[in-house]
T-cell receptor, first 114, second 110 residues
């Protein structure tokens, strides 16, 4: 069964460092998302991506964050200068059809900022 | 904007008890509704879904009915098992930003 894969599963970094989280969405999906979940809290929307551009983004997704799809398979989230409060689990998701489609999630990348 | 409200947890039950987790939503248009489950240390997995009013989603003994009149999508299971212990998220997708509730933790004791 096709699945969304994320790497790394866990990354520890120093405050101020750049981090790139990688995702390989399901191959025939067209809409891609990043969510984050601070430990024990709700799943928060960060950004959605369609047709090689951002379609929606939340207030959380400030200038420190960026996304790109550098090739036909990877979808990356970059945090330019990490802060302590960026420590969270980051989930990538994809769907074939926006509007009614279920999201398929990866297993998440845990980011710990020291 | 769209929003999803779930009952606060944790919900603690004994095995074979009846489960209800309440979920209500606010949305423009006609959203699809979902329940996702997150087992410890894992990502979110779709549990069930309903795409239009009065649809009932069901999977693994769980059920939820899309009630447009009450804007609700409550999750139920007649007899829970220890293996059902997880966090359950109600969500909606109305075509822009799939929106999740805060999650309800379920703990089932033997």
């Amino acid at each position: 069964e096709p699945e969304v894969t994320q790497t790394p599963s866990h990354q520890v970094t120093q405050m101020g460092q750049e981090v790139i989280l990688r995702c390989v969405p399901i191959s025939n999906h067209l809409y891609f998302y990043w969510y984050r979940q601070i430990l024990g809290q709700k799943v928060e929307f960060l950004v959605s991506f369609y047709n090689n551009e951002i379609s929606e983004k939340s207030e959380i997704f400030d200038d420190q964050f960026s996304v790109e799809r550098p090739d036909g398979s990877n979808f990356t989230l970059k945090i330019r200068s990490t802060k302590l409060e960026d420590s969270a689990m980051y989930f990538c998701a994809s769907t074939k059809n926006d509007g009614v489609g279920e999201l398929f999630f990866g297993e998440g990348s845990r980011l710990t900022v020291l | 904007g769209n929003s999803v409200t779930q009952m606060e947890g944790p919900v603690t039950l004994s095995e074979e008890a009846f489960l209800t987790i309440n979920c209500t939503y606010t949305a423009t248009g006609y959203p699809s509704l979902f329940w996702y489950v997150q087992y410890p240390g894992e990502g979110l997995q779709l549990l069930l879904k309903a795409t239009k009013a009065d649809d009932k989603g069901s999977n693994k003994g769980f059920e939820a009915t899309y009630r447009k009149e009450t804007t609700s999508f409550h999750l139920e299971k007649g007899s829970v098992q220890v293996s059902d212990s997880a966090v359950y998220f109600c969500a909606l997708n109305a075509g822009y930003i799939p929106t999740f509730g805060r999650g309800t933790s379920l703990i089932v004791h033997p």
